[in-house]
Nanobody, 122 residues
Framework: QVQLVESGGDLVQPGGSLRLSCAAS????????MGWYRQAPGKQRELVAT???????NYADSVKGRFTISRDNANNGAVLQMNSLKPEDTAVYYC????????????????WGQGTQVTVSS
């Protein structure tokens, strides 16, 4: 079984910073891509940022220049550094991993964490 656990969500003032962490545990063979997604009330879940095993990154236009994603290989995880936060960044942030297990090494599947709340408000 595979688990993804996020941490770091909080209430922060506009212009502030937060650091979200995600750690994957369990029966993991290989992680291809890790990413962060978010879902605001009444809206669909959207991509925030992704990072491949090779270090290539991709960002939503709305967060470019403010957010940085990085891999935490020691914890099979990913970190999202969020700076210059805006009220519109308020959402539940979910960690995602595309990975394979020892039982099916060539089959990559999506796994999701439970989410962590980020609220940007004065």
């Amino acid at each position: 079984q595979v688990q993804l656990v996020e941490s770091g969500g909080d209430l922060v003032q506009p212009g502030g910073s937060l650091r979200l962490s995600c750690a994957a545990s369990g029966s993991i063979f290989s992680i291809n891509v890790m990413g962060w997604y978010r879902q605001a009330p009444g809206k669909q879940r959207e991509l925030v940022a992704t990072i491949t095993s090779g270090g290539s990154t991709n960002y939503a236009d709305s967060v470019k220049g403010r957010f940085t994603i990085s891999r935490d290989n020691a914890n099979n995880g990913a970190v999202l550094q969020m700076n210059s936060l805006k009220p519109e960044d308020t959402a539940v942030y979910y960690c995602n991993a595309v990975l394979s297990t020892p039982a099916k090494r060539r089959v990559y599947s999506d796994y999701w964490g439970q989410g962590t709340q980020v609220t940007v408000s004065s």
